[in-house]
């Protein structure tokens, strides 16, 4: 069998390194670009008035940096209500996807403790959400996004049985019973007791059947 001849072998070897060439433009296109997605987006999250802009490309661009993590942590106690509830719905929404955007090439356990961190400190601002705000549609928010992050310790556990016991509104303790039955909360002693206290004096049917499911799901 005759092997390929010397011009076809340089053919190939000049379309390889065309192709190389084309993938490396494509390569270095695509970054610059997101070098310039991320400049706009720390310019929208940094502004009051395109914060909500920010956010709302987050979610479309789907990756943040240490910087952005920041600049969204603080969007938790920003004065616009609007705000508050908009990045407890980002949260929602994306963070348990979000890709870490990095220049530096960190390693891969770099990567991870910073999302790690990233989590533990969004936990920590929902409840504080959760504990403080006095407008019941942005505190299901946060309770919402405390599901969505689908993570359990006592904080979290004693957090969502308080709102069960005691929020005045029902949206509210109806948030809290499904985030228990979601998040499995029921093998809680003290989470299955509050529970059965609460359906005694309980008088939103909506919330009563979430309350019965938890005692269901208990036993």
Known sequence: MIGPSVTDAAS????????C?????????NEKAIELCHSKLIEDL?????TAHGLE???KL??????????MLKCFKSDRGM???Q?????TVRVSTLSILEFSFLAVDTLEKVMKLFNTEIIQEILQLMQFETIPEIKCAAIGALTALGVNSE?????????VRFEDAPTCRYQAAKAILNLKLFHDKNVVETVRERTVVEDDPEVQAVLVDILKASS
């Open 12 to 19: 190939v070897s000049e379309d390889f390194f065309l192709n």
């Open 62 to 71: 789907n990756f943040v940096s240490d910087y952005l993590i920041n600049l």
């Open 155 to 163: 904080e979290i556990v004693h957090a969502l049985a308080w709102a």
């Open 87 to 91: 990045i407890c719905e980002t949260v």
């Open 83 to 85: 705000i508050r509830t």
């Open 21 to 29: 060439n084309s993938a490396l433009g494509r390569l270095l296109e």
């Open 46 to 50: 940094s502004n009051d008035d395109s």
């Open 57 to 59: 490309m987050v979610i």
